[in-house]
C-alpha cells in the first residue's frame, strides 16, 4: 500500500510539471508555386528585433540549420552589420534603399522573422478524479472477460468482488489555474526576383506558450522553417 501511494504522488507530480511546461505550435504555414526556386538561390536570414544578442544567435542558428538542407543562407548581422539594424519605422524611400542594398549584394531571397503578437492567456490543468490499483486475485481469466469489457471497466472506483480482492485508491480531483504568457512568431519568405506583389512565397507561423528559454525552442524554430525546403511545394 506504501509503494501504492508513492507512484500516485509521483504520478500527480508529473502531470503537473508536463501541464506546466512551455509549448511549442506550428500555427500556420504556406508556400507556393514559386517556393521551390528559392533553395537555388542566395538567401539572407533577418531577425527584425531590438535585442542585439537573440538578433544575432537566431539569425546565426536559422542560417546554419538552412545550410544543413542545402540553402545558401547568411545572417543579415554578419552581411549588414549596420545598414541593417532595427528601425521602428523607415520611409519608402530607405526600404527601396534596403532591398536595393540587398539585392545589389548577390541576394535573391530573404528569410524575415518578426514578433507578430504578444498575449497573456489563462490555463486551467485538472489532474486526480480516478481510481488506481485494484486486485482481484483467484478471478483470472474469468472476471476479466474480454479485451472490450476491461477496457471499458478498467477504470472503475474498484469495487469489491469477494475472493480476495481489493478497491483500488482514489485520487481526488484537482484543478489549477495559471496565467501564461503567449508569442505568436512569424517568419515570412520572400523571393526578390519576382515581381513586388509575387515576392512573398512561404510563410511559417508559431505559437510559443511560456518559453523557458531561447535554446529551449530555437532549435525547434529553425527545424520548422527548414523543413519548407526539404520537400516539395504542397
Known amino acids: 500500500m506504501k509503494n501504492t501511494k508513492l507512484i500516485i504522488v509521483f504520478a500527480i507530480l508529473m502531470t503537473t510539471l508536463l501541464a506546466c511546461s512551455s509549448s511549442f505550435e506550428i500555427a500556420d504555414k504556406w508556400k507556393n508555386e514559386n517556393f521551390a526556386a528559392l533553395k537555388g538561390k542566395k538567401v539572407l536570414v533577418v531577425y527584425k528585433t531590438e535585442n542585439t544578442v537573440t538578433k544575432q544567435r537566431f539569425e546565426q542558428d536559422l542560417a546554419e540549420k538552412l545550410r544543413s ?110 496565467v501564461v504568457d503567449v508569442y505568436l512568431f512569424e517568419t515570412v519568405i520572400y523571393d526578390l526576383d519576382l515581381p513586388d506583389n509575387e515576392q512573398l512565397v512561404g510563410v511559417v507561423g508559431v505559437k510559443l506558450t511560456d518559453p523557458e528559454s531561447y535554446s529551449k525552442v530555437a532549435g525547434k524554430y529553425t527545424k520548422a522553417v527548414a523543413a519548407e525546403f526539404t520537400d516539395e511545394v504542397k
Open 69 to 178: 538542407v542545402g540553402v545558401d543562407a547568411t545572417a543579415a548581422f554578419k552581411a549588414f552589420p549596420k545598414s541593417l539594424q532595427h528601425q521602428q519605422t523607415r520611409t519608402e524611400a530607405e526600404l527601396a534603399e534596403v532591398v536595393k542594398t540587398i539585392k545589389g549584394a548577390g541576394y535573391s531571397g530573404v528569410i524575415l522573422t518578426v514578433l507578430k503578437d504578444q498575449a497573456q492567456q489563462t490555463e486551467s490543468t485538472t489532474t486526480g478524479g480516478y481510481t488506481t490499483g485494484g486486485y482481484y486475485g483467484g478471478y483470472y481469466p474469468s472476471h476479466y472477460g474480454g479485451f472490450g469489457g476491461y477496457y471499458g471497466s478498467v477504470y472503475g472506483h474498484g469495487y469489491g468482488y469477494g475472493g480476495g480482492g481489493y478497491g483500488g485508491m482514489y485520487v481526488p480531483q484537482e484543478t489549477t489555474t495559471r
